[in-house]
């Protein structure tokens, strides 16, 4: 049994009702932002094949839809009951059919080699502890030339606005999120993963030893949060030299 997955998904169970309002409601609703510039960074082809992982209640996937105008197809995978169950009501409202959702997590993805342009997680894989395993599975999900995306909360690196940031997040956020969520250990345990979350230079590091190239990274809002973009490179194995 794995005691981290257990809890990890236990708390999102119990803060599903109420996270789609925190999300909006502690970040100031920066959240919508963030989301619309990591599907920008993608730059998708039309009719796409997409996996959203860690899809939450499907916020992603539906500006992934927004962008495409429909004409795209999204399957969402997250490993919490909870939060499928609040993103198949939020497809259900919005009429939605280009998104599937299935319950799954990133380090036993349910899908055949090769299939997808793209990848997005947007705030989980720093709730991952094998990330280098994690990456490696949506490498090979990918189509040679495909983009994963990553969008995570990172810790500005220094300034003032460090000092009000980790004040905030450290005494103020716990305290709110608690108090709407009924789960006090969620949102204690919120900035503990973000604090314990590499440096950007780092994680992009990780995610080159796991075969993407053409890495970048974005720091937006501050620091507050970081946008990965990485490539799945044409035959990594290939030796130099080869004509094809």
Request: glycine share 6%; proline share 5%.
């Amino acid at each position: 049994m794995n005691e981290e997955l257990d809890f990890v998904k236990e708390m999102f169970d119990k803060i599903s009702p109420k996270y789609d309002f925190l999300n909006r409601l502690l970040s100031f609703r920066q959240d919508s932002f963030w989301r619309t510039q990591m599907v920008c960074a993608a730059k998708l082809p039309k009719d796409s094949h997409v996996m959203d992982v860690a899809c939450g209640t499907c916020d992603v996937a539906l500006e992934v839809s927004a962008q495409l105008r429909g004409r795209v197809k999204i399957f969402g995978i997250d490993f919490s009951p909870g939060m499928l169950l609040l993103g198949r009501r939020k497809l259900l409202d919005k009429k939605n059919t280009s998104i599937t959702l299935v319950r799954a997590d990133a380090l036993n993805l349910p899908f055949k080699k090769n299939k997808f342009d793209a990848i997005f997680i947007a705030f989980g894989i720093r709730n991952i502890m094998d990330r280098k395993q994690a990456l490696d599975e949506f490498h090979g999900a990918l189509k040679t030339g495909g983009r994963l995306v990553v969008l995570e909360l990172t810790t500005p690196e220094k300034g003032f606005f460090r000092a009000i940031y980790l004040g905030y997040f450290k005494q103020i956020l716990p305290v709110i999120g608690s108090f709407f969520s009924k789960h006090a250990n969620a949102y204690r345990y919120l900035p503990e993963s973000v604090l314990n979350f590499p440096a950007p230079a780092s994680f992009a590091r990780t995610m080159r030893s796991a075969g993407f190239g053409q890495i970048r990274f974005k720091q937006m809002t501050f620091g507050i949060v970081t946008l990965f973009v990485g490539t799945k490179k044409t035959n990594p194995f290939k030796p130099k030299g080869t004509i094809v």
